[in-house]
């Protein structure tokens, strides 16, 4: 009974061992996998952040290719129209003003060229830059006037008068 007693008692004083003799650790994480688990989190971070650049700077260059080419396009657009720029004065006025006029934000001229879908005849033709939504930018228009048709009666002029974005921000 003696026996029995101690060895109850030895296994009422270390709770911890099992009936295999085996010691249980308590329940809670080790210093070991806390370290490993934050330097995984860390790796996670890094690579997502890797990929967050990598994705800005794609979108960034695809955004400056599509602007590139917008540009390309205006700048034919332009030159297109300069080419066929008439030495007419515009409607009303005086003999002594300039053929072309310009400001800052505005050129404007006499032009015969007409774009796709647009009537044959001289139009005056002007591009402003305007203050676009954002701070800092610009947007380039194009306003044409039809202001003489190639046609007689002016009963059949179209309206005479678009405007339009070439460039936008």
Not at 59 to 82: D, G, K, T
Not at 116 to 144: K, M
């Amino acid at each position: 009974a003696n026996e029995a007693a101690a060895m109850t008692d030895g296994i009422e004083a270390s709770s911890d061992i099992s009936a295999s003799g085996t010691a249980h650790a308590e329940a809670g994480w080790t210093l070991i996998e806390l370290l490993v688990s934050m330097a995984l989190l860390a790796l996670m971070g890094v690579l997502l952040g890797t990929a967050i650049t990598g994705a800005r700077s794609s979108l960034a260059s695809i955004e400056r290719q599509a602007n590139e080419s917008a540009l390309q396009a205006a700048r034919m657009h332009i030159r297109n129209v300069l080419s066929e720029a008439r030495p007419l004065r515009r409607p009303n006025a005086p003999p002594q003003a300039p053929v072309i006029e310009g400001s800052r934000t505005s050129l404007s001229f006499v032009s015969s060229f007409a774009p796709a879908g647009q009537y044959a005849g001289i139009y005056l033709v002007e591009f402003t830059l305007e203050p676009a939504a954002r701070e800092g930018r610009w947007d380039l228009f194009e306003t044409r006037t039809l202001y003489r048709p190639t046609y007689g009666d002016a009963a059949e002029r179209p309206n005479a008068r678009t405007k339009h974005r070439l460039v936008a921000d």
